[in-house]
């Protein structure tokens, strides 16, 4: 009999979700820690983290502990998957809980018992990791166990993973460290180049969802934006036009775009034909930039189709594989290491 304090964990760069499984999503929230740096304590998670972010006193950090879809800080990730194990199952286990973790299809076998050794250290009996283009598919409900090629593209905060899956297991992919927040940065640097004015990561985020493309738009829209002034060092107000913003936009959207098409000159005819048939999947944060799915489907004379539920469709596929932890571990997609 299996018990339900098992745990789906997508580990995002910028958001952390978590599936509890027969309970379905229960914790949705950014990856940020606010710790103590005195006592190594971590205070807060998620929501009330961020809000600590730039705001802290001395002996209090907020970080994000996680860079380009891997840990890049190992005791923070340690101690915030200690608190998300006590928050959501409690202090006292009879049973030590199980962690199913998904990672990006280009980590390293060290990266993901880095992952795995974190989920133990933090009180996890049992950790395992899935790919997160596997786990994308298994959310979008893709026919993967048939002997079919499915492509799919999951664009996250630090990470784009592209993946052909046939028969249950990945047959080719490739993960490029370009995701949302390289976006934000491309736009963060575009205004203060263009209009020499300092704006914050919220503020990038928030252009990149109101006039954000990767496509021409009809009619082309604007903004209005505020930031510090480079040169008087005052606050200042400014509008940017979505054209503008999708020529900053250009050259991470043409990294991913080139990363697709290597994929698929890659990919053997046979399942190239049934991507062709079937067409490619986009989901991620970042599959909703406006017209990303016309600018691909330009490029590769293929149809792409947004996920209907992008930005949770990782965390929903690490969750079913949980539930059918088995018939998924008998596909080898999931790895204890």
């Known amino acids: 009999m299996r018990l339900a304090s098992e745990l789906a964990i997508d580990l995002g760069t910028a958001n952390l979700l978590v599936y509890r499984r027969t309970k379905g999503i229960v914790l949705n929230e950014p990856t940020v820690v606010a710790i103590d740096t005195k006592t190594k304590t971590v205070l807060a998670v998620g929501n009330d983290a961020r809000e600590m972010l730039g705001r802290t006193p001395g002996n209090i950090t907020a970080v994000r502990p996680l860079k380009d879809g891997v840990i890049a800080d190992y005791t923070v990730t340690r101690e915030m998957l200690k608190f998300i194990r006590l928050k959501l199952l409690g202090k006292y286990q ?74 249950g297991g990945i047959v080719l992919s490739q993960s490029l460290r370009v995701g949302g927040n390289k976006l934000d940065e491309a736009i963060m640097r575009h205004v203060k180049q263009v209009h020499n004015l300092l704006i914050g990561d919220q503020t990038a985020e928030e252009i990149k969802k109101r006039i954000g493309s990767a496509f021409p738009l009809e009619p082309e829209v604007s903004m209005t934006i505020r930031g510090r002034d480079l040169i008087a060092g005052l606050p200042r107000t400014v509008d940017v036009t979505s054209d503008e913003i999708r020529e900053a936009l ?58 209907e539920n992008a930005l949770h469709s990782v965390a929903i596929g690490t969750g079913r594989a949980l539930e059918e932890l088995e018939a998924i571990q008998r596909t080898h997609s999931v790895a204890t290491v």
Do not use: W, Y
């Not at 002997?147 to 630090?158: A, E, L, Q, T």
């Open 250 to 307: 250009g050259e991470p959207v043409r990294q991913i775009a080139e990363k697709v098409c290597n994929i698929l000159e890659e990919t053997p005819p046979e399942l190239a034909s049934d991507i062709i048939e079937r067409g490619i999947v986009l989901t991620g944060g970042g599959a909703l930039l406006n017209g990303l799915d016309k600018l691909l489907n330009k490029v590769t004379e293929i149809p792409v189709h947004v996920a």
């Open 94 to 167: 009879f049973i030590p809980p199980t962690a199913l973790i998904c990672v990006p299809s280009g980590v390293t076998n060290v990266e993901k018992r880095a992952v795995i050794k974190a989920a133990k250290e933090a009180g996890f009996g049992k950790a395992m990791t899935i790919e997160e283009p596997m786990a994308a598919a298994i959310g979008c409900g893709l026919p993967i166990a048939t002997p079919g090629g499915n492509m799919i593209i999951d664009i996250g905060g630090g990470t784009t993973d592209i993946a052909v899956i046939s028969l």
